[in-house]
């Protein structure tokens, strides 16, 4: 099955520390850095079409165009808490973007998402989104996530996550068609507590040690 809505990074480095995310008696630390290190791969793919413009440098040695990020600024907004893991990552990449949070936290009974914070850049409408999330699971709480920041103004939306369900991503074709999944790997299914499988467990308590 092909999602149109979906790309799967499957650069090498990336398969490899995910394996590694993966087994159960990777330690919270090395987990962490691993995520880390993966974000930074896969940033490198979610931001592979951003416009660049021209720009006049001087080097040691005479003048040259080089090229800067133009267009729209970025806006980071992490699905909490676990999408704070990749966060920190994309911010070594993109330090000067403004960042977001929105917590919603998933009613064990019904898997459904309810808000609990959001706070996000106040421009919205004038900024390239990049939503993290590390599982995109049933993709309800992802796609109540892209509903705020669409009703935020937000239009320019990619969702980065590091596992994806088949659930999930044709849960965020039919509700958000127009917004870009870009992931490090397509699972198999859910469980029916609505963990990915065969996943990595709960990421939240991975990369915080919080289990
Ligand atoms: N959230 C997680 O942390 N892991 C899953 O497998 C699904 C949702």
Do not use: W
Not at 50 to 66: A, F, N, R, S
Not at 118 to 137: F, Y
Not at 176 to 181: A, C, E, K, Y
Not at 182 to 187: C, N, P, Q, V
């Amino acid at each position: 099955m092909t999602y149109p809505n979906l790309t799967v990074v499957d650069h090498p480095l990336v398969q490899h520390k995910l394996t590694i995310m993966r087994e159960q008696g990777t330690s919270t630390a090395g987990f962490r850095r691993l995520l880390r290190e993966i974000s930074h791969l896969i940033a490198y793919e979610v931001t592979n079409d951003l416009p660049l413009v021209d720009k006049t440098i001087e080097t040691p040695l005479k003048t040259m165009q080089g090229k800067e990020l133009g267009g729209k600024k970025l806006a980071l907004v992490s699905i909490l808490r676990a999408g704070n893991g990749l966060l920190d990552g994309i911010l070594d990449l993109i330090p000067s973007a403004r960042v977001g949070f929105v917590g919603l936290y998933r009613d064990e009974e019904t898997l459904k998402p309810v808000q609990y914070y959001c706070k996000l850049p106040s421009d919205m409408a004038n900024r390239v989104t990049i939503a993290v999330d590390p599982m995109l699971a049933t993709g309800n709480s992802s796609a109540a996530a892209i509903d705020l920041l669409k009703d935020a103004g937000a239009t320019d939306i990619r969702f980065l996550c590091l596992l994806a369900s088949p659930e999930g991503v044709q849960r965020m074709y039919e509700a958000h068609p127009d917004v870009p999944v870009i992931t490090a790997a397509l699972d198999e299914c859910l469980d029916d507590n609505g963990y990915i499988v065969p996943g990595l467990g709960d990421a939240g308590d991975r990369m915080f040690g919080t289990k």
